[in-house]
C-alpha cells in the first residue's frame, strides 16, 4: 500500500477514528486503526467491539493495500506534523511496518494484519425507512425518559425502532425501558 494525502484530512478523520479506540487494551488488534486504500480515498476503521467508527478521505492511491496499525500512535505523529504537510503512508513488501513519511520527518510503525481485525457487519437490514428530522425528534422526545441510564443494563440503554403494521399501513414505532416504565411511539 502507498498512499499519499494531506496532513489535514488524515488528521480530521484519525481525530474521529481513534476516539473509539481505548489506550489500555487486553486484545491488541483492537488497539489499531484498519487503513484501507482503494480507489481516490484511504478508508479508516476503528472498533472496540461494541462501536464500530468508520471514516473516508481523499487520498492519492498510488499502490491499494490494507493494514492496521497503532490508532493513538499514529494520532500522536499525524498531529505532531506541520500544517498543510504531504504524508505519504507506505507499507513494507511483507506488510509487517509501514512508513509515515512528512518532509524530513520518517515514522516506522509495526503493523498487524488485516485478516486479524473484527468484523462486526450484521448483515443487511430487514426495513429501510426514511423520515424527515422533525419525525424522528418526535419520536426520540416521546420516548426518552424511559432509556436506562444504568450502566449493568447497556442494552436498556437505547430505542428500538422497528416498522409495525395496523390497517393496512406500515408505521415506525419506537420503543424504550428502562424495566420499571415502558413507552412507545409511533409515526405513519
Not at 473509539?20 to 483492537?30: A, F, G, S, W
Not at 487520498?59 to 491499494?64: N, S
Request: glycine share 6%; aromatic share 4%; net charge negative.
Amino acid at each position: 500500500m502507498r498512499v499519499i494525502l494531506e496532513r489535514s484530512n488524515l488528521l480530521k478523520s484519525l481525530n474521529h477514528v481513534h476516539r473509539v479506540v481505548e489506550r489500555r487494551n487486553t486484545i491488541p488488534i483492537l488497539s489499531n486503526v484498519l487503513l484501507s486504500a482503494e480507489g481516490a480515498s484511504l478508508e479508516m476503521k476503528a472498533t472496540d467491539l461494541d462501536l464500530e467508527v468508520t471514516e473516508a478521505t481523499p487520498a492519492k492511491v498510488e499502490r491499494g493495500g490494507a493494514t492496521t496499525v497503532p490508532a493513538h500512535l499514529l494520532y500522536d505523529i499525524v498531529r505532531k506534523l506541520a500544517d498543510g504537510a504531504e504524508v505519504a503512508l507506505k507499507t513494507d513488501e511483507d506488510g509487517n511496518a509501514m512508513t509515515v513519511t512528512s518532509g524530513r520527518s520518517s515514522f516506522r510503525l509495526q503493523c498487524l494484519p488485516q485478516s486479524d481485525f473484527p468484523e462486526l457487519s450484521a448483515g443487511s437490514f430487514s426495513h429501510i425507512f426514511r423520515l424527515d428530522s422533525v419525525g424522528l425528534k418526535g419520536l426520540i422526545e416521546k420516548t426518552q425518559f424511559a432509556i436506562s441510564t444504568e450502566e449493568t443494563r447497556y442494552y436498556l440503554n437505547g430505542i428500538y425502532l422497528h416498522t409495525h403494521e395496523a390497517g393496512g399501513k406500515l408505521k415506525l414505532r419506537s420503543v424504550a425501558t428502562d424495566g420499571h416504565r415502558l413507552a412507545r411511539a409511533e409515526i405513519d
